[in-house]
């Protein structure tokens, strides 16, 4: 028999250390997320890029960040806001609060990509009271009270921020279920998702959007992408290049802002020249107006980072900052779209747009893009000497109405003197 010696030899202190290591492993501890899976951490790759954007600051919601020391101030308000919703609540209805999240405990673990190692009893009082201290927010916020965490604009902004962040989430079901068995049944309130789509609206949303945009959604993270979709075009190719801003408007294509439109609706158009002249048509880019705060940053981010853990096959938001990434090298390309007002810029300078929209697209995998076909046509647009040509004559000779009546008059100048020379030639011979 042939002997393997290269096989290393197993000692008996190795196959015990091996047997005890097996045995310290929790057989039940989620090692694959479960098929209700909606709330995950963020990848390795992305939080080392912008570790900040995906932590909270003011607040933990959900088991993620539970226990942090640095948010633990936040849980006194927690325990006083439980005290203010209890005084919109009738006793019987604690009970049944309470019994819904005993019920539903194991759904509520399966939501998370991890195991928690809260014990039942911890992990029900986790969620009881992050589920109410949100509810009691939205409606303080809905209700314009006067309250110490809504009347300071640093806790009001934190607030709303940190309960966008991917890992600090809840399960929807569980806060739309809580507050439709307590708060809503209580005449003039509005249902939950009209709270929430009230309390997180912004400029990036072209409207207060109605709840039918919304059939499913599994948390805050994920509304918010909702809101930013609305209803999207089916997906069609990958792109993989696009001239930036500033060689496209080079090459006679004209950028528009839409204003009160998906931030994600992004249109190409054919267009007249305003002098008709033949050959002298052009493209036109209409793109929805952002407004860049100190937070936009952070919200797409855990968009972005949500849909490469739960959409994979529709990166709709990263192939939107992918499509504006292209637009954007360089502050030239930041100061036209600000010309243009596309971009509204409350950070700073340029760079700080540059710097932004180029580190967000790192470490991003992306989808077929339903901007595949806008791509394409700007690319050949671009890639047409002509239109190059075209848009010099465009701009030295018709940027405006007075130069390109002057310029045709001239010509019409030109053309005269020439047919009245060529007359008086033939009249001399």
């Not at 009230?198 to 993270?221: A, I, L, Q, R, W």
């Not at 190719?237 to 931030?263: I, M, N, Q, W």
């Amino acid at each position: 028999m042939k002997i393997d010696r290269d096989r290393p030899k197993l000692s008996n202190a190795f196959i015990e250390e091996h047997k005890l290591r097996e045995l310290k492993i929790d057989i039940d501890e989620k090692l694959e997320p479960d098929s209700e899976c909606c709330i995950y951490r963020v990848p390795k790759e992305l939080r080392k890029i912008n570790k900040a954007a995906y932590t909270p600051q003011l607040v933990s919601i959900g088991p993620f960040h539970h226990g942090n020391k640095d948010l633990a101030e936040m849980e006194k308000q927690k325990v006083r806001y439980k005290k203010e919703f209890g005084e919109r609540m009738i006793e019987e209805n604690w009970e049944d609060f309470i019994t819904f999240i005993e019920k539903e405990e194991q759904h509520i673990r399966n939501c998370y990509s991890e195991t928690s190692p809260l014990k039942s009893l911890d992990f029900i009082t986790m969620i009881f009271y992050d589920a109410i201290f949100i509810i009691e927010h939205f409606l303080k916020f809905q209700e314009c009270k006067d309250d110490f965490l809504l009347n300071k604009p640093c806790f009001r902004a934190g607030l709303n921020r940190d309960i966008q962040l991917l890992e600090n989430q809840l399960p929807y079901f569980v806060l739309e279920e809580l507050y439709k068995s307590t708060i809503n049944k209580v005449q003039g309130y509005p249902n939950f998702l009209t709270l929430s789509i009230g309390f997180f609206y912004d400029s990036m949303c072209s409207k207060k959007e109605n709840s039918t945009y919304h059939p499913n959604v599994n948390h805050f993270t994920d509304l918010k992408r909702n809101s930013l979709l609305h209803i999207h075009p089916e997906d069609n190719d990958y792109f993989s290049h696009l001239p930036s801003a500033v060689k496209l408007k080079e090459s006679g294509v004209k950028f528009t802002a839409l204003e009160e439109r998906c931030l994600l609706d992004i249109e190409r158009k054919q267009r007249n020249f305003r002098i008709p002249i033949p050959y002298f048509s052009g493209v036109e880019l209409k793109i929805p107006r952002l407004e860049v705060v100190d937070d936009t940053e952070t919200v797409i981010r855990n968009v972005m980072a949500f849909e490469q853990c739960h959409y994979p096959l529709k990166t709709h938001v990263c192939n939107y900052i992918s499509f504006m990434d292209f637009l954007i090298d360089t502050e030239k390309d930041v100061d036209l779209l600000i010309e243009e007002k596309i971009i509204s810029n409350l950070m700073g300078d340029s760079a700080t747009i540059v710097r932004m929209f180029n580190r967000l697209g790192l470490n991003i995998n992306l989808s077929k893009s339903c901007y595949s076909g806008i791509v394409r046509g700007l690319n050949a647009h671009y890639s047409n000497g002509w239109n190059h040509k075209r848009a010099t004559l465009k701009r030295v000779y018709f940027s405006n109405p007075w130069k390109g009546t002057g310029t045709i008059a001239a010509i019409i100048l030109l053309l005269l003197t020439l047919i009245q020379t060529i007359c008086s030639i033939k009249q001399v011979v």
